[in-house]
Antibody
Framework: EVQLVESGGGLVQPGGSLRLSCAAS????????MHWVRQAPGKGLVWVSC????????NYADSVKGRFTISRDNAKNTLYLQMNSLRAEDTAVYYCARGIGVAAAGFDFWGQGTLVTVSS | QSVVTQPPSASGTPGQRVTISCSGSSSNIGSYTVNWYQQLPGTAPKLLIY???QRPSGVPDRFSGSKSGTSASLAISGLQSEDEADYYCAAWDGSLNGVVFGGGTKLTVL
C-alpha cells in the first residue's frame, strides 16, 4: 500500500525556518518524481516544488524560489522541504505527492498534509 | 490570480450531467495533458483524471476529461450527492517549469 506521511509542521515566527519531511512507503521511491503542494486556509491548491526521479533537477514556484529547498534521500525513502525566511503568506497545509503521467504532473498519491503557521 | 482559470462554482441535481471548465494557455494546457482532482472538505485531494483521460483505479467512469486547444473540461455524469466537493484542474507549464493549478470549482449537488 502506497503511503506518504508528512511531518515537521508547526508554528514559526516570520523570518524563521522549518524543515518538512515526507516518509514514503509501498513503492519504489527512487523511480518517481516527488512534489510539494500547499493550500492556505480556505484557499486553493498551489504547487510549490518538485524533485525529478533521477535526481537531475529540481523546480520551484516563483513565490518560494531562493527561500525553499527541496531534497530527497532515496536510501531513507524520504522527501524534504527546507523552508527559510518564512512569511505570513507561507501559512498553509503542505502536502507531498507522487507524480505520474505526462511530465509527472499527475499526483496519484498524497500525504495527509502538515500545517505550517507563520505568525508572531 | 491563477494562470489557469476555472469557474468558482457549479451545481446540478442528482442524476444530471455537469461539466467544469478549465482555461489556460499554450504553455500549459495547450502543450500538456490536464489532470483533475476532487477534494472533499478536510481531506487531501484525490486524482480523478490524468494524462490522456486516464482514470486511476477506483475512480468511476462517470468522471471523464476532454481537451481542446488551451481549454479542458471535466464531465460528471449521473451526479450523486457524494460528488459535492471542490474540483481542481492542473497541468505542467513549460514556461514556468512547474505545475499550475486552476483556482478550483465548488460543486454543489442541489
Amino acid at each position: 500500500e502506497v503511503q506518504l506521511v508528512e511531518s515537521g509542521g508547526g508554528l514559526v515566527q516570520p523570518g524563521g525556518s522549518l524543515r518538512l519531511s515526507c516518509a514514503a512507503s509501498g513503492f519504489t521511491f527512487r523511480s518517481y518524481w516527488m512534489h510539494w503542494v500547499r493550500q492556505a486556509p480556505g484557499k486553493g491548491l498551489v504547487w510549490v516544488s518538485c524533485f525529478k526521479s533521477d535526481g537531475s533537477s529540481t523546480n520551484y514556484a516563483d513565490s518560494v524560489k531562493g527561500r525553499f529547498t527541496i531534497s530527497r534521500d532515496n536510501a531513507k525513502n524520504t522527501l524534504y522541504l527546507q523552508m527559510n525566511s518564512l512569511r505570513a503568506e507561507d501559512t498553509a497545509v503542505y502536502y507531498c505527492a507522487r507524480g505520474i503521467g505526462v511530465a509527472a504532473a499527475g499526483f496519484d498519491f498524497w500525504g495527509q498534509g502538515t500545517l505550517v503557521t507563520v505568525s508572531s | 490570480q491563477s494562470v489557469v482559470t476555472q469557474p468558482p462554482s457549479a451545481s446540478g441535481t442528482p442524476g444530471q450531467r455537469v461539466t467544469i471548465s478549465c482555461s489556460g494557455s499554450s504553455s500549459n494546457i495547450g502543450s500538456y495533458t490536464v489532470n483533475w482532482y476532487q477534494q472533499l472538505p478536510g481531506t487531501a485531494p484525490k486524482l480523478l483524471i490524468y494524462s490522456y483521460n486516464q482514470r486511476p483505479s477506483g475512480v468511476p467512469d462517470r468522471f471523464s476529461g476532454s481537451k481542446s486547444g488551451t481549454s479542458a473540461s471535466l464531465a460528471i455524469s449521473g451526479l450523486q450527492s457524494e460528488d459535492e466537493a471542490d474540483y481542481y484542474c492542473a497541468a505542467w507549464d513549460g514556461s514556468l517549469n512547474g505545475v499550475v493549478f486552476g483556482g478550483g470549482t465548488k460543486l454543489t449537488v442541489l
